[in-house]
């Protein structure tokens, strides 16, 4: 059975409220910006 090894980045990503938190994002949506880095 084929597996999906998608490309995982840890990254510190803004979640709003001018909080922060480490998650484990694609680099896919990494370079779409769905996700908004941490300065």
Not at 15 to 36: A, F
Request: positive net charge; charged residues 30%; hydrophobic residues 35%.
């Amino acid at each position: 059975r084929r597996r999906w090894l998608i490309n995982l980045q840890s990254v510190r990503v803004d979640v709003g409220g001018g909080e922060s938190r480490k998650l484990h994002i694609c680099t896919k949506g990494l370079r779409s910006g769905k996700v908004q880095r941490a300065v």
